[in-house]
């Protein structure tokens, strides 16, 4: 008989191997993927799909990440989610290139590995790879000596650099805890036919370098368990299966950084032993780290699962939300995301009619002068939003903000009534009503945007108003699926 801990180390592998992948797989693949055996699987992957983790993806035997593994996945990334953002916003700004945050995930056959958690991709026809959620080669040895010298340094600073065989220069920065903990790696990538040497990038790289260290030594200091999250089971553990368990023991440490094991057995209502046993299986799935004396936290692996699935579940929720506000209201709706210094519509419905707007699916445009510039600059800072307009601003409409501080003054309008009319900022003849859709760990993960001609949105705006909030809000419960009710 496999012993209890292995068997949970096993399906919490098999949850990691749907969640890192960009599809529903089915049982065989998973089966191949993690050397599990196919019935073995079939049994693991039920039991995960009755808890809510999994759900089945139309035929037999094929399955995806459920609601409950996004809630999961968000609770562990709402620590650094926003910061990351900008973070590697003002990364890309600066380099012009690829620019990464990279997670250590071991691979159950390939060995030791590295997967991007978040990223930015430049706008040149030819750049070098590193989407989000893809599982990073390490061919220019830069990044293994970044993370090892992390794990034996300490919170030593340097930024490490090597060419793969491809000719692609990476520049890597460990990123750590305040205690010295390592965290994750932030990555330039750029062809060597671009590259100017290692000032600009190495500089930017340690400023990122030392603000998110920064950040992240100040959410250790104030980590305790946050108001309303992770509630002790009211449960009987004493004859629960172990791997609902070790679930409940997975998510309370995502939402109780650092907590150790004698806390989590009392907040699942389960012996110390068997808590240590179940706590050891998901360190070796990868989904948590720590030691019983430092206490525990959630793997920055775990938290990537929620912007790698972020972009499908965004647009899943959309689709029906906007083509009705077409319909009703004859305007055209879209949902956009923040990439870097560009807004990128994902989603849209175009109202027919005389006069209507253009398609702007997966087209940039220059975030400022865009529809849900308020909206989806809304969760940073003052200072950052007045940097991002300083150093991008690019005026395209004549009313377009003049300064940073008009800019500014248009995003505390929204964050005060959650929308905002704009009008002919990035495009003459054009105005818009935007809001935002918050994510699951606290961000801004889109903007609503309800647009036509100045005269129609601005007879129409308390509606319009009524409308973009209501769908931003439609859209932002619909991200978790079923698991939060």
């Known amino acids: 008989m496999v012993p209890m801990h292995r068997r949970v180390t096993g399906a919490l592998t098999l949850l990691a191997a749907v969640a890192e992948s960009t599809r529903p797989r089915?049982?065989?693949?998973?089966?191949?993927?993690?050397?599990?055996?196919?019935?073995?699987?079939?049994?693991?992957?039920?039991?995960?799909?009755?808890?809510?983790?999994?759900?089945?993806?139309?035929?037999?035997?094929?399955?995806?990440?459920?609601?409950?593994?996004?809630?999961?996945?968000?609770?562990?990334?709402?620590?650094?989610?926003?910061?990351?953002?900008?973070?590697?916003?003002?990364?890309?700004?600066?380099?012009?290139?690829?620019?990464?945050?990279?997670?250590?995930?071991?691979?159950?056959?390939?060995?030791?590995?590295?997967?991007?958690?978040?990223?930015?991709?430049?706008?040149?026809?030819?750049?070098?790879?590193?989407?989000?959620?893809?599982?990073?080669?390490?061919?220019?040895?830069?990044?293994?000596?970044?993370?090892?010298?992390?794990?034996?340094?300490?919170?030593?600073?340097?930024?490490?650099?090597?060419?793969?065989?491809?000719?692609?220069?990476?520049?890597?920065?460990?990123?750590?805890?305040?205690?010295?903990?390592?965290?994750?790696?932030?990555?330039?990538?750029?062809?060597?036919?671009?590259?100017?040497?290692?000032?600009?990038?190495?500089?930017?790289?340690?400023?990122?370098?030392?603000?998110?260290?920064?950040?992240?030594?100040?959410?250790?200091?104030a980590s305790g368990p946050p108001v309303g999250a992770g509630a002790a089971w009211s449960g009987d553990a004493a004859d629960s299966p172990s791997l609902e368990i070790g679930l409940r023991l997975v998510e309370q440490v995502a939402c109780r950084p650092w907590s150790r094991a004698r806390e989590l057995a009392l907040a699942v209502g389960c012996g110390p032993e068997r808590v240590a046993r179940l706590l050891a299986s998901a360190g070796a799935a990868g989904l948590i780290e720590g030691t019983p004396s430092a206490g525990y936290r959630a793997s920055l692996r775990l938290g990537g699962w929620y912007p790698a699935r972020l972009p499908a579940r965004l647009v899943g929720a959309a689709g029906d939300v906007l083509s009705r506000l077409a319909d009703e209201h004859g305007i055209c709706a879209y949902l956009t995301t923040l990439v870097g210094a560009k807004s990128i519509t994902v989603a849209e419905a175009i109202a027919p009619g005389e006069l209507r707007t253009a398609s702007w699916l997966n087209r940039p445009f220059p975030l400022t002068g865009s529809d849900g510039a308020p909206a989806l600059v809304s969760a940073m800072s003052d200072a950052d939003i007045v940097e991002l307009f300083t150093t991008t601003a690019r005026p395209t409409g004549r009313r377009f903000p003049r300064t940073a501080d008009d800019f500014?003054?248009?995003?505390?309008?929204?964050?005060?009534?959650?929308?905002?009319?704009?009008?002919?900022?990035?495009?003459?003849?054009?105005?818009?009503?935007?809001?935002?859709?918050?994510?699951?760990?606290?961000?801004?993960?889109?903007?609503?945007?309800?647009?036509?001609?100045?005269?129609?949105?601005?007879?129409?705006?308390?509606?319009?108003?009524?409308?973009?909030?209501?769908?931003?809000?439609?859209?932002?419960?619909?991200?978790?699926g079923d698991a939060l009710g």
């Not at 993960?445 to 005269?455: I, S």
């Open 26 to 221: 089915p049982v065989s693949d998973l089966a191949r993927e993690t050397g599990i055996g196919v019935s073995t699987v079939s049994r693991i992957a039920a039991e995960l799909a009755s808890s809510g983790m999994l759900v089945k993806a139309g035929s037999t035997g094929i399955y995806d990440l459920g609601g409950r593994s996004m809630v999961l996945a968000a609770t562990a990334a709402t620590p650094y989610q926003i910061e990351a953002q900008v973070v590697l916003g003002r990364l890309s700004i600066a380099t012009g290139e690829t620019v990464c945050l990279l997670a250590r995930a071991d691979h159950p056959l390939r060995g030791p590995g590295f997967r991007v958690v978040s990223s930015i991709q430049p706008a040149w026809s030819l750049s070098a790879a590193g989407d989000t959620g893809t599982w990073l080669l390490d061919r220019s040895g830069a990044i293994r000596t970044a993370f090892e010298g992390a794990e034996r340094w300490g919170a030593r600073p340097g930024v490490s650099h090597g060419v793969t065989p491809a000719g692609v220069v990476d520049r890597v920065a460990p990123v750590w805890f305040g205690a010295g903990d390592p965290f994750g790696a932030l990555v330039v990538r750029t062809p060597d036919f671009r590259d100017t040497g290692h000032g600009r990038a190495g500089h930017a790289l340690r400023a990122a370098q030392a603000r998110l260290g920064h950040h992240l030594a100040n959410v250790e200091d």
């Open 408 to 480: 500014l003054t248009v995003v505390h309008d929204l964050r005060r009534d959650r929308s905002v009319m704009i009008s002919e900022y990035g495009e003459n003849g054009l105005a818009s009503v935007t809001s935002p859709v918050h994510g699951l760990a606290g961000e801004v993960a889109a903007a609503v945007c309800l647009v036509g001609p100045p005269r129609e949105v601005e007879a129409h705006r308390v509606r319009l108003h009524r409308e973009a909030i209501g769908a931003a809000e439609t859209i932002g419960r619909r991200l978790a």
